[in-house]
């Protein structure tokens, strides 16, 4: 982050604004409204601001800035149209300590303003650091339109029965599930359509209810997709961000596990060849522990957690002790990656048939039916098969594929650092050798990869010239 978010409270404070045209009438009327007692100084007062010097709260003082206009103020506002005025200000107040904001120059700033969004005592802000002014504002419209008025109403709401849920719920993670059943169910509906009566009595036979009830836990199995977090689903975010505690694999990105409830408990349990974080059966009896223990668990799992992706050995354990879950399909990386790619899986001039295998290896070997992988106008999406590409290339060779048969290598699918290579069975090991790609990878064999080229839609720096060098069957 390149600015830390913080509100500041300014009720009754000094704060002074520099400059008195259309703009600092708009700075000043943020200020007033949050209740800062604001001394604004001018060498020329415009009739925007003029207008204002009746409104309590605001002073005034028709002259040049003064280096002593700072001392004891909480915060410095630089509305002027000049430059060096504005860096002579910001000066000073740095110099005293004092948070500045100079309008149109964030290089100069210690502070900066954000689009609001008042639903007090509800308030949303945004900013993009001062890069593009125009965007937060887009921004703030779109949340405009989602955030009803009344949820100020619903804020005050809350607030009036804080002490009274705090005594009867003790634990912080009981209080937690109670409020977000209220805010987000039939109370919250109620108050949202001032029938308040209604929602008080109906808080309070909540409140009872939860009092003498048992916390259940619940486990969600998440399938976080390939990598770009635009692919979520929206019950995947919905859950993510409502869970107490985060289990999480390897191939979770940290955008995606940046996208969970900041306050959750995260949990890594990744695994990659001969190293794991924590053994399978581990893991499941992890997930167990914590929904027993009251906790809602989101299990994040790379992909669709039941592609290659061990869910079903999970979710037998929390049936095996009556633990409730509930499983969210992703997109599987063959999905993801391929289509990123621009390497279609099926295709009526290339594929009518699409398999998927493991390319682990066990022995030095992989045990697979290569009859049946080798048969023409198929698609074969080989998992984890890098380090075994080899033997994969070999194998599919010996049993009837010929040596220019397309296949290719997709590394860090649909991510920025998305690395296509191109080659045949015959030229792919020394290929990928010399690129030294590392997992994650996916494997894709047949014709359908000789597509690549002209359906490759996904660019990012450097991809267009990976391309160029890579192809090769």
């Keep these: 982050m390149d600015y830390f978010p913080l509100f500041m409270k300014l009720n009754d404070q000094p704060c002074l604004v520099v400059g008195a045209g259309e703009i600092a009438a708009r700075k000043i009327d943020l200020l007033v409204r949050s209740g800062a007692q604001v001394q604004v100084v001018a060498k020329h007062i415009g009739s925007a601001v003029m207008a204002m010097s009746e409104k309590p709260g605001i002073t005034i003082i028709e002259r040049a800035f003064s280096a002593d206009d700072v001392i004891g103020m909480k915060l410095v506002v630089s509305a002027t149209n000049d430059r060096a005025s504005n860096e002579h200000i910001a000066g000073v107040a740095h110099a005293n300590g004092v948070p500045v904001n100079v309008v149109d120059n964030p290089d100069l700033c210690s502070v900066i303003f954000p689009a609001i969004i008042d639903r007090s005592p509800l308030i949303i802000a945004v900013s993009t650091g001062g890069v593009s002014p125009v965007l937060a504002r887009l921004v703030r419209a779109k949340i405009e339109s989602t955030i009803p008025g009344a949820f100020g109403h619903l804020a005050r709401f809350a607030e009036r029965f804080r002490a009274l849920v ?30 308040t009566e209604a929602a008080e009595l109906a808080l309070r036979n909540q409140l009872d209810q939860t009092a003498n009830a048992q916390t259940l836990g619940e486990v969600y199995l998440i399938g976080a997709g390939p990598g770009d977090p635009d692919l979520l689903t929206f019950r995947a975010l919905r859950l993510m961000q409502q869970a107490d505690v985060v289990v999480y694999d390897r191939l979770v990105s940290p955008q995606i596990l940046d996208m969970t409830r900041r306050d959750a408990e995260k949990i890594y349990v990744g695994k990659q060849r001969a190293l794991h974080s924590l053994p399978q059966e581990s893991i499941n009896n992890l997930l167990a522990e914590l929904a027993l223990s009251g906790k809602r668990v989101a299990r994040l799992k790379g992909g669709d957690p039941f592609i290659f992706g061990r869910g079903g050995e999970e979710i ?158």
């Excluded at 993670?173 to 169910?185: D, K, M, P």
């Excluded at 037998?316 to 409730?324: D, F, K, R």
């Excluded at 599919?396 to 991510?415: F, K, V």
């Design 166 to 195: 705090k005594n009867k719920l003790t634990e912080t993670h009981a209080r937690r599930l109670f409020w977000e059943r209220v805010l987000s169910g039939p109370i919250a509906e109620m108050v949202f359509t001032h029938r």
């Design 316 to 473: 037998e354990t929390l049936v095996a002790q009556g633990i409730h879950f509930q499983v969210v399909p992703g997109i599987t990386a063959a999905s993801g990656c391929s289509s990123y790619a621009g390497i279609p899986l099926t295709h009526r001039d290339h594929a009518q048939s699409c398999t998927f295998v493991t390319g682990h290896l066990k022995d030095g070997s992989i045990n697979l039916d290569w009859h049946r992988l080798a048969a023409p106008n198929q698609t074969i999406v080989i998992y984890m098969g890098l380090v075994g590409l080899e033997a994969v290339c070999r194998a599919m060779m010996e049993h009837g594929c010929s040596g220019d048969h397309p296949i290719a290598i997709i590394q860090q699918g649909t991510t920025p650092e998305q690395h296509v290579i191109t080659a045949t069975l015959a030229t792919m090991p020394e290929k990928a050798f010399a690129a030294n790609i590392k997992p994650p990878t996916l494997i894709i064999i047949g014709t359908v990869v000789t597509l690549h080229d002209k359906l490759n839609w996904f660019e990012h720096h450097g991809q267009s010239e990976n391309a160029e060098k890579n192809h090769g069957w």
